[in-house]
C-alpha cells in the first residue's frame, strides 16, 4: 500500500438522522462506501443543514474509525458554495468534484490508486470503469440510482401515516428493473451455458432417467439434484475471486441454437450479474425503505426481486462489516415468490412522454413535408446578421497554453458519455468528442477552432463587466474558459464538466499560466448552483445546450452558446421537445425529431443540398429554442459563426435578459 497524507476534503451534507443512518441519504451513501473500502484518504467535513443537529449523536455514531468535523455553509470553500454536496476538493485549491456518483466514482479511484491490492474496489466501476458515469440528465439508470430512489425513500419516510401506504413508485421502478434481461459482456456464451444447465435440469427431473444421458449419440450430464443458478455461479465466483465452476461441453443442440432463442439472464446484483457500485449506492436506501415498511406492518410480497436483492449483498464480502460500521443492522427477509407480471404492469414510473420517445426512436422519410408544414405557418430558419464577422482574437501575441493548437485534445461526446460507439448518423459532422489524449490538434483544425473561439469571445466581450462571473459549461478541455480568463483578469471564470480527464487538462493549462481568476468543478450541471453574469458554452452536445440554457434562465445570466448533436435530442424527465408554445401548436414530437436527425447531416463530405438542407434543420430546431427562451423574458438572437467553415455545427445563441 502506497504512504499517504490525507490531501482532500470530503464535504457531507447533515440535515438529521433517523434509526441507524444519516440524512440526506447521500450522506450515509458516501460513508457506507468508505466503510465498505476501508478508505481514510479523506478528511470529513459534516455541513449541518438546520439549527437543531446533535452534535453527541454524530460523534456517537459515525464510523469510530474515521475523523469528522463539524462546519457551517459560510465555511465551505469558495468554489464548494456553488455546488450541491457531496462534494471533494483539494487542499486549498480550486479543483471540485461535486454530485454522488462523481464523488463515489472518485473514492474508489484514490481507494484503488493508493492501495492496488484492493482490485475488488476497483471492480466496482463495472466493465469498462462506466458504472453511474453517465449523467443522471440523460441516463434513466444513473438517474434512478443517484436521484429518484434515495429522494422517494426520504419522502417516504417522512411522509404522514395516510400519505405513505403506497409503495414510492420509484421504488416499484427499480423492482421491475430488477426483472428485466440482464445484458452483459459476451451475454452469448454465458447464455448457452444456462440453457445447457436448464437442459440437464429438465432430464434430471423426468423419471427413468439415469446420470447418464445419451442425446445425437452424446453423452450429456445429468444431476441428481437441482444446480444453482449460474449467474449466481459466475457473480459470486468473481467476489470470491474464483474462477466459475467449469462448463460442461455445450451439447449440438445448443451450440445451433440461435441467439435470439437462448434464455434470458436474471439479475443478481442491480446492474446484473456483477456487484457494483449502484449497488453500493441503492442498499442504504431500500434498508431504511424496508425498515419503516415492516414497521409498519407492510406486506413486501410485492416486491420479491427487491427482496431477493437485499438478501443477495448480504452475501458479498465486506458488506456485514461494512454495515456495522455503519451502524446499519440489516435484516433476515424471508423469501417470497415473484409477483406475476401483470401485477408489476400498473407499476412502471416511466412517463408517457418517454414511452412515446422509444415508440418514435427509428423514423422514415425525410425532413421537406415537416419543413412545409412549418412554412405554411410562416415559419423559416432566419438567422441574425453577425454583430462582429471580423472580429479576431491576436492568437500570435497568447502564451502557447492559450491557443487550442497548443493544448492537446481532450475532449468526448456529452451526448454518449458512456463511450460507446456512435450510431451512424447520429453526430454525422460533429466535432465528436473521445475520453483520449491524441496529441495536439492538427492545424487546420487548430484554425477552425481558433475561429470558433473568435465568435463566442466576441460575444462574451460585448457582454461583459468588470467583477461578472463567467461559467463555461461542458467546458472540455477549456479552450473557452482559459481564453476568457486570461484576456478578462477582471472576472472570475468557472468551468464545469464532468469528465476528470479533460478538466484536469484544462487546471494544467491553468496552472502553467498562473491564472488566479478561474475555478473548476467536475459535476453534472443539475449540481451546480451558483450564481453568474454570463454562461457559455461550445458545442454543447443535444440535450446539453437546453440544460445550460435552463441554467442561465434560472440566474437570469446573459448565455452565448454554440449547440452540437442535434441528433441527440429527445425527451427526457426535465425537457420535452419542441420547447416552444409556437412550434408545439404546429409539430408532434416525432415531426421535430426528424428536424433534429436531419440537422447533423452537415459534413462537408455531404452533397451540397443535403448540407443546405441541414443547415435549415438546424436554424429551425435552434428557433424553436430561442422562442422558448424569450418566452422566459429574454431577446435571443441565432446567429451563423464567421466563417461558417469553422464547424459543420456553426449555429451560435446570443440571449440576453430583458
Known sequence: MKDSV??????????????????????????????????????????????????????????????????????????????????VVAKDDKFCRAGLSVVLRHIIQKTYEADPSKKYVLELLGFKKTCLKACAEVSQWTRLCEISVPLAVEGFLTASPEHCQAVPADILQLERKLGEPVRVHNDDKIRRQKLQQQKASAEAAVPGFSKEATEEGKTVEVHDHPLPSLELSIAFSKLHVQEASNAVREAPVVRRTKTSDLPPLDHIFAEGLYFTLADIVLLPCVHQFLVHS????????????????????????????????????????????????????????????????????????????????????????????????????????????????????????????????????????AEVRVDSDPGKMSSDRALRKQQQLNNLVAAVTKLVKPGDVIVDFCSGGGHVGIVLAYMLPSCQVVLIENKELSLIRAKDRSDELGLNNISFIQANLDYFKGTFNIGVALHACGVATDMVIEHCIKARAAFVISPCCYGFIQNTVKFKYPRSNQFKEILSYKEHMILCRFADQTAVQLPPERRLIGKQCMGLVDLDR?????????????????????????????????
Not at 20 to 36: K, R
Not at 632 to 652: H, R, W
Open 626 to 658: 430561442a422562442w422558448a427562451a424569450e418566452g422566459s423574458n429574454y431577446s435571443v438572437q441565432v446567429i451563423s459563426m464567421e466563417p461558417e467553415s469553422c464547424s459543420p455545427k456553426n449555429n451560435m445563441f446570443v440571449g440576453i435578459p430583458t
Open 6 to 87: 490525507p490531501e482532500e476534503h470530503l464535504y457531507l451534507g447533515l440535515s438529521h438522522e433517523y434509526k441507524d443512518s444519516i440524512f440526506p441519504l447521500h450522506t450515509s451513501i458516501s460513508l457506507f462506501l468508505l466503510s465498505y473500502c476501508d478508505c481514510k484518504l479523506f478528511k470529513i467535513f459534516l455541513v449541518p443543514t438546520g439549527e437543531d443537529v446533535d452534535n453527541q449523536f454524530v460523534t456517537k455514531n459515525l464510523l469510530s474509525d474515521l475523523e469528522v468535523h463539524l462546519i457551517s455553509k459560510c465555511q465551505l470553500p469558495v468554489v464548494m458554495q456553488s455546488c450541491c454536496l457531496p462534494a
Open 294 to 429: 415492516k414497521k409498519q406492518g407492510k406486506n413486501l410480497g410485492n416486491l420479491p426481486l427487491i427482496s431477493s436483492w437485499y438478501r443477495r449483498v448480504q452475501e458479498v464480502p465486506g458488506i456485514k462489516k461494512a454495515a456495522h460500521k455503519c451502524s446499519i443492522q440489516l435484516l433476515q427477509l424471508p423469501e417470497f415468490m415473484p409477483a406475476p407480471e401483470e401485477q408489476l404492469q400498473d407499476f412502471s414510473s416511466v412517463p408517457d412522454e418517454l414511452e412515446e420517445e422509444h415508440e418514435d426512436s427509428h423514423f422514415i422519410g425525410g425532413p421537406r413535408p415537416t419543413m412545409t408544414k412549418l412554412m405554411e405557418s410562416g415559419i423559416e430558419a432566419k438567422f441574425s446578421p453577425h454583430p462582429c464577422p471580423n472580429w479576431t482574437i491576436d492568437w500570435t501575441n497568447l502564451p502557447s497554453a492559450v491557443s487550442p493548437g497548443e493544448a492537446k485534445c481532450y475532449l468526448y461526446n456529452y451526448a454518449n458519455p458512456d463511450d460507446t460507439e456512435l450510431p451512424k448518423g447520429k453526430a454525422d459532422g
